[in-house]
Every structure is written in structure tokens, then in C-alpha cells.
């Protein structure tokens, strides 16, 4: 072979050669972790502070954002379609159970759908968040540890994908929250790192939380909360369970009427029979059109009571309580109620079963989720507002038979749900005041249970209330505009034009300051019905504040003082055979007004443990109000001394013997005019 022919011989072959050792030193590289994506990866910012976290990493990236319409010139009010990514990591040696992290979002975001985690609250989407909102996992609740999972990031870490509307910021402007941090109890977040479109923070246990004694199993531990649901897991099968749903009342202040319960099935599921309660809409026909019967294709879904993905469930009625096929389940079938401990613990507790069917890819036993984003709500009761469960140990049961042995459910979780307080015209019940010194009441705030249903063009919803005369209050505020108006000529006050909006309320309750003498003082309290709807059972609290030690006695109702938390608070109830409170009924004649049922007793208090009390200062009035636990909106003011009785003292002698004097002066002009 010639020497240049075997020179390009030998230089092609160490090309080759030089070619493969470089593709194999590459790919040893990329396999080691390195280059690639994972070189994009540690260009990110948040890398070097993730690597260095010991705690629950978070981050929130913005991702892009489009023009919604209608297009306004108007920055501030212009609204875009945003996607967004958060993602939490679990970077502890111990496991990040039932995660929640908290976004503060700040531009009037409304959220229309989220992948990888629900709302904590259990909010509808579109969901306003405009002052911030906290995710919960689901369907990954717990993250586990890098070390247990030999860093597995499927189950230490979770992403979540964000998509809504926001409103005011112009490109290229970056709408971020304000704020991101890990709202589990017992962890410390410093001010997030804002770069560009991606804010992080490493969240850490704080050292100084106490925590409770440590749980022996790997759950948590129950909630504490003013209601309490638990939803047990009796029986697992492949393709279907059946569990236990158990409410219970903690509040000494809470209770429900004709209780509605509701939840969201995630997962396709559908509830096939019941006991202890039922669904409002049973539609077993309709269930042929759902997801599950295209896979249950032979299923008979007659008798099948809910396919719903948001089913409203409800008590059932005392008569079905010893029915096999329904009901003969205990703490069922008492027509929703739910009343506090405190006053029957009988009566504090519901319960009912159900069998749930399952939908791929969940067919086998252990493929348990529970249903997300729980509300329930009463007639006029508190507005309770649920968190989503919590997987917690499972729930023991006493033997039937009667042994001393237990069986334990096979999976348990637990929902704790909160009173809150009502929003601005969002109340249910309302509260007027009246005094001795003044011979107006000062009515219900207008709109004080809101202004839906009025027509706005008749009456004015930001107008104050118009004082009345005391008899006002005896009818239904249709029928007060007369009285109010002729009320207003006597006192030379200015008359609205519109007239102020009604309070729209289907309970009122008025606060009349009776008397003030040496030793103390009294008070009339009225509640008026002014719905076609009989109160059962009703209670009523009175928060009175600094002068609460004063309390002596309710006469008419059974009146107790309440512990914590709700001290200088009086508890009411009705005596027995009292414990209705009727509804509103048509008068004694078409033409006459409409009569509410009305229930009345007088509180006494005395000034030996409170002397400084100033009853016509105001002092006599309460802080707040409660009706079967909702608590009443009170109105802006109170009654004041009128001028003319804070410029009058006692009245002499020489005064009565003028004021006789005039009058039969009058008497007798009258007589010669006849």
C-alpha cells in the first residue's frame, strides 16, 4: 500500500476512534447528571437556593398571559388570561404531611382551574382571588422524603399548574403575588426571592413551635374545629367501598337547620345506595349518560342514587329512623339538626352510609381517595367554611356483639369546618335598638341581609336607616313607610328620596333598654319571625362586653352564662313549651298588616359589681348578637339622651300646677265653642 494511501488509512481510523471515546465520555457525562436539560435546570435561579434548602422549597413561576376581551384603554381594568406554576418540595428528612402552600395574590386574580392541588377553603371556580389563596394536595396530600424514596421527585415534590384571569398590570410588566409560604402549622418563611418572573423561598420548621406528643403511626392527628366530619372507610373491594360519613357539633354556640352537605367527586365516582340520608336529585336513569356507564356497561342504574359530581345530601326525617331498607342507623334521621352539646349531646352528632363505585384506573383495594372541597350550610344558621380532609388513623369501632375487641376502618380522613363571621350585608339576622331616653329605634341597618331582591330604583341601598316610632317595629317593613314618613314630620327631620332599602331579614331582634335606676338595670329583648318557618329548639347569646358581671337573671327564657371563649356572654333558650318560635302570620283582616311570631323576655342586671356603668352613654347595649349560632348584623349607632331630656330635670310642682292650668284653659275655650 503506498504511504499516503495508508497515512489517510490511519487518520480516518483515529477519527473514528477519537469520535466514539468523546460520544462515550458524553453520554457517562449526561447519565452522571450533568449537561442537557439539567444544565437549563441549574441555570435557573432558584437552583442554588433549592440546593441549599433543609426545609419545604416553593417556588411560583409566571409562565405567559394573553389580552382578554373586551380590549379597554384602560390598564387598571383591562383583563388577561394568565398560566402560572408553583411547585413545593419536600428537601427535609421527614415526610411534609397534607401540605398547603399559600399564594398572595394581588392583581383581582380570578383562578378558573388548577391541576395538582384544590383550593384549601373548597371554593367554586371560577374562584376570586384577589386576596390570596392557599392550595391543599390532591390528589398527593403528603410529600415523602428524599431518603425513603431514594430521591424520587414524584413523590417529594408537586407541581401546580395555575390558570385564570388577572387585571391591571400592562406588559411587560410581571404580575406577581405579593407573597408565597408554606401555611402548614410549626414552619418559618422568610420574605420570598422575587427574580424577574419567579419568586422562591425555602420555608423551615421553626424551632420554637410546640408541638403536641408524637403520633406513634404515620398519620395526623385530628383537627380541632367548631364542626368536625369524618368520613371512615368501613369495606374495601376492587371496584367499590362503602364508608361512614359522622358530623359532629363542637361549638357551644353552633348548630344547623335542615344541615345541606355537600362535596365534589374528583375521581368519576358514584354513590349507588345510602342509609341515615339521601340525595336531593336521585337520578339513577340519568346516570346512563355519565363517564361511569360507559365502563359499567351491563349496570342496572334504576336504583342508583347519585352520579352527580357535586351531590347535595340531607337528613332524613325523624319517621324514617327505624327503617331497614333507609334508615335504623344511630345519630340518623333527625331532620338536619344539629344542635350544640350544650344544650342535648344527643342531638350534637349525625351520621349515614354510603356505597361508592369506583372508575379506572382506581380498581383495587387500596385505591381509596375521598371526595374534595366539602360545604354545608343550614336554614339560618353560621357560615361554616371547610377545609379539604386530612388522612388521619384510622377510626376504631366498639365490637356489635359486644366483646371488648375493636375494628379498626380501613382508611380514615377528616374535615375540620369553622364559623365565620358574615360579611357586610351577608347576615341572616339583624338587630334594632330602642331606649327609655329616646322615643325613636334605631332600626336594622339597610340591606343588613342584603339587597338582591329589591328594586333598586325604588329605594336607596347606601341611604342610613330612618329612625321610627317603637310601634314601627311591630310590622313588616313593607307596611313601616307611612309610619316613618308621618314619624319624620313630627320630628322635623329631612326624608330620603329614595326611602333607604329594607333590611331584608328574616329574623329581627330588638334590644329596648327598659329602666335605670340606684341598683341596677333592665333590658326587654323581642326576636321577631318574619318568615313562613317555625324555629325549633331555638337559642339566642348576648355578648354584653365590659358590664357583663352585672347579669342577674332572664325571666321568660332559660338564661345561662357562658364559659370560654365566649366570656361575658348570656345564653338563651326557651323554657319548655317555649321552645317554638312561630312563624309570621296574615293579619285579623286582608287590609291588615302581616303579624310575625314573636317571642319576648326581660334581663335584669345589677350595679353592685359594675357601679361606673353609664346606661344613657350607651352602655347598655350589647357587642354582639346570635341567633341559633349566626350572628345578627348590629346597627351603626345607638340610641342618644334627646336634647330636650338632657335640658328638662325633675319636673316641679310649679310646673304641673301651670301644665294643669293650661290644660283646662283649653278645655274651657273648647266648651264656649261649642
Not at 414552619?187 to 413551635?209: E, G, I, L
Not at 354510603?354 to 384506573?361: F, Q
Not at 374534595?372 to 339560618?380: D, E, R, S, T
Not at 327609655?436 to 328594586?455: E, F, I, K, L, Q
Request: aromatic share 10%; charged share 20%.
Amino acid at each position: 500500500m503506498p504511504l499516503r494511501r495508508r497515512w489517510r488509512v490511519h487518520l480516518f481510523a483515529a477519527a473514528v476512534v477519537l469520535a466514539v471515546v468523546t460520544a462515550a465520555r458524553a453520554q457517562d457525562y449526561n447519565n452522571g447528571g450533568g449537561g442537557g436539560d439539567d444544565d437549563d435546570e441549574n441555570d435557573k435561579p432558584q437552583f442554588k437556593a433549592q440546593e441549599a434548602c433543609n426545609g419545604a422549597f416553593l417556588s411560583y413561576t409566571f409562565m405567559e398571559r394573553t389580552k382578554e376581551y373586551p380590549h379597554l384603554k384602560n390598564a387598571t381594568a383591562q383583563a388577561y388570561a394568565f398560566k402560572a406554576q408553583a411547585t413545593v418540595l419536600n428537601a427535609m428528612t421527614e415526610d411534609l404531611k397534607a401540605w398547603q402552600m399559600f399564594v398572595g395574590f394581588q392583581h383581582k386574580e380570578i383562578l378558573v382551574s388548577v391541576g395538582g392541588a384544590v383550593l384549601l377553603d373548597g371554593t367554586d371556580f371560577p374562584a376570586n382571588v384577589s386576596g390570596g389563596a392557599t392550595f391543599a394536595g390532591y390528589p398527593m396530600a403528603d410529600l415523602l422524603n428524599s431518603i425513603e424514596t431514594a430521591g424520587d421527585m414524584t413523590q417529594i415534590q408537586v407541581q401546580i399548574d395555575i390558570t385564570g384571569t388577572q387585571f391591571g398590570i400592562k406588559p411587560p410588566g410581571m404580575p406577581m403575588p405579593k407573597t408565597i409560604k408554606l401555611a402548614n402549622p410549626g414552619f418559618r418563611c422568610p420574605a420570598p426571592t422575587h427574580k424577574d418572573s419567579v419568586m422562591y423561598v425555602c420555608c423551615v420548621k421553626d424551632p420554637t413551635f410546640k408541638t403536641k406528643k408524637a403520633n406513634s403511626t404515620r398519620y395526623l392527628p385530628r383537627q380541632k374545629g367548631d364542626l368536625t366530619i369524618a368520613y371512615d372507610v368501613l369495606q374495601a373491594f376492587g371496584n367499590k367501598y362503602m364508608a361512614q360519613v359522622t358530623i359532629d357539633n363542637w361549638s357551644p354556640i353552633g348548630r344547623l337547620d335542615n344541615w345541606n352537605l355537600t362535596w365534589e367527586w374528583k375521581r368519576g365516582e358514584f354513590i349507588e345506595n345510602m342509609r341515615g340520608a339521601y340525595t336531593l336529585l336521585k337520578e339513577g336513569p340519568a346516570c346512563v349518560y355519565s363517564p361511569a356507564a360507559s365502563y359499567y356497561k351491563d349496570f342496572d342504574f334504576t336504583p342508583v342514587y347519585s352520579c352527580e359530581k357535586r351531590p347535595v345530601i340531607v337528613d332524613l326525617p325523624p319517621e324514617r329512623e327505624k327503617d331497614t331498607a333507609v334508615g335504623n342507623l344511630r345519630f340518623c334521621c333527625k331532620n338536619g339538626t344539629l344542635l350544640p352539646p350544650t344544650m342535648d349531646e344527643s342531638k350534637s352528632r349525625a351520621m349515614f352510609q354510603l356505597t361508592v363505585y369506583k372508575l379506572p384506573p382506581d380498581l383495587n383495594r387500596t385505591a381509596l381517595y375521598p371526595p374534595q372541597n366539602w360545604k354545608i350550610a343550614g336554614k339560618l344558621n353560621p357560615h361554616y367554611v371547610c377545609g379539604q380532609p386530612i388522612r388521619v388513623s384510622p377510626m376504631e369501632f366498639p365490637d356489635p356483639t359486644g366483646l371488648m375487641s375493636s375494628t379498626p376502618a380501613v382508611a380514615s380522613w377528616q374535615v375540620a369546618c369553622n364559623i365565620t363571621r358574615p360579611k357586610k350585608r351577608a347576615s341572616k339576622c339583624c338587630v334594632s335598638f330602642s331606649a327609655y331616653y329616646n322615643d325613636s329605634t334605631v332600626p336594622c341597618n339597610t340591606c343588613a341581609c342584603g339587597c338582591g331582591g329589591n328594586d333598586t330604583a325604588m329605594c336607596n341601598q347606601n341611604a342610613h336607616p330612618i329612625l321610627l316610632p317603637s310601634e314601627a317595629m311591630l310590622v313588616p317593613f313593607d307596611n313601616r313607610t307611612a309610619k316613618a314618613r308621618a314619624w319624620a314630620k313630627i320630628k322635623h327631620w329631612r326624608v330620603p328620596n329614595p326611602m333607604p332599602c329594607g333590611d331584608n331579614c328574616g329574623l329581627s331582634i330588638n334590644w329596648h333598654v327598659m329602666n335605670n335606676y340606684k341598683s341596677g338595670w333592665s333590658v326587654r329583648l323581642t326576636i321577631f319571625n318574619w318568615q313562613d318557618y317555625t324555629f325549633k329548639d331555638w337559642f339566642a347569646a348576648v355578648t354584653m362586653g365590659d358590664h357583663y358581671s352585672g347579669y342577674e337573671n332572664v325571666y321568660s327564657f332559660n338564661g345561662t352564662r357562658m364559659g370560654a371563649p365566649f366570656n361575658n356572654t348570656i345564653f338563651m333558650q326557651g323554657l319548655p313549651g317555649l321552645a317554638y318560635l312561630e312563624p309570621i302570620t296574615d293579619g285579623k283582616t286582608p287590609d291588615d298588616p302581616r303579624v310575625p311570631g314573636k317571642q319576648q323576655s326581660v334581663i335584669s342586671f345589677k350595679k353592685k359589681d359594675a357601679p361606673n356603668i353609664n346606661i344613657p352613654k350607651g352602655e347598655g347595649f350589647p357587642k354582639r348578637v346570635y341567633f341559633d349560632g349566626e350572628e345578627c348584623a348590629l346597627p351603626e349607632t345607638i340610641p342618644r339622651v334627646s336634647s330636650a331630656r338632657r335640658r328638662s330635670g325633675p319636673a316641679s310642682l310649679l310646673h304641673l300646677v301651670t301644665g294643669a292650668a293650661i290644660i283646662m284653659i283649653v278645655a274651657v275655650v273648647d266648651s264656649f265653642c261649642l
